[in-house]
């Protein structure tokens, strides 16, 4: 009976982590926590209602995916992403993902090609409903899995390095605009492409939103977010 209630403690706690996790995500999409303010772990758990732990477990959660970075004594710091930065990671993106859509799309079975719609779909759906971490997480999921499709686990790795390192600050402004949509739509553009074996037009829908990409990440202001406490709240588990 001991081990069971130990077993249900560490479930509790690890659903807190994960929710302390996806509130830190979202202030740090939507600009409410900025890149180069350190905050403390024992600050963010008092607004957040919890102990310190669960959030110096997420935030170290998130400098190990180079979110975040400790600073000593005092907390963390959000990483800062310049221009360059954000120029460079789109070039290397666009190297990698562009050839390897055509390549997957004259080498990849219609049945493996329609498996991601579903996720194509999420990705517009989260966009409609103003849902920005889950938009980014299954946009995350879509490029991660077709690029998956060519067999190569260490380009699907670059990849995934460096989506982490170019994520959206500041995109509220975007949403509320409705702007993520039409990059959202791109999704289910490129995959009628890719099923209609179309690799040219695939690899010029990639390219094209790829480029969109980029201009989001220019008009969410880059490193220089709109401002906010990053005070986002989260439930305690049951």
Not at 90 to 113: D, K, Y
Not at 128 to 144: K, P
Request: proline share 3%.
């Amino acid at each position: 009976m001991g081990h069971l209630k130990q077993t249900d403690l560490n479930a509790t706690r690890e659903r807190l982590r994960d929710q302390v996790s996806h509130a830190l995500r979202a202030a740090l999409i939507s600009g409410e926590l900025r890149p180069g303010m350190v905050y403390s772990a024992p600050a963010l758990a008092e607004d957040f209602g919890v102990s310190a732990t669960p959030v110096r477990e997420a935030m170290l959660d998130l400098a190990r995916e180079g979110l975040v970075e400790p600073v000593r004594n005092k907390g963390f710091r959000v990483t800062e992403v310049s221009e360059r930065d954000l120029d460079q990671y789109t070039e290397i993106r666009a190297l990698i993902e562009i050839p390897t859509v055509g390549r997957v799309t004259r080498s990849a079975a219609r049945e493996e090609l329609e498996a991601l719609r579903p996720v194509a779909e999420e990705i517009v759906r989260a966009a409609r409903d103003h849902d920005l971490v889950g938009y980014l997480e299954a946009d995350r999921r879509f490029h991660l899995s077709l690029l998956a499709l060519s067999g190569n686990d260490r380009l699907v790795e670059t990849v995934g390095d460096l989506r982490k390192r170019s994520r959206l600050y500041g995109l509220t402004a975007l949403d509320e605009g409705g702007e993520l949509i039409p990059s959202a739509e791109e999704h289910l553009e490129l995959l009628d492409l890719m099923l209609a074996g179309d690799a040219k037009g695939a690899e010029k829908c990639m390219a094209r939103h790829l480029g969109h990409v980029r201009s989001l990440w220019a008009g969410g202001g880059g490193s220089s977010p709109a401002g906010g406490s990053g005070r986002a709240r989260i439930k305690r588990s049951a």
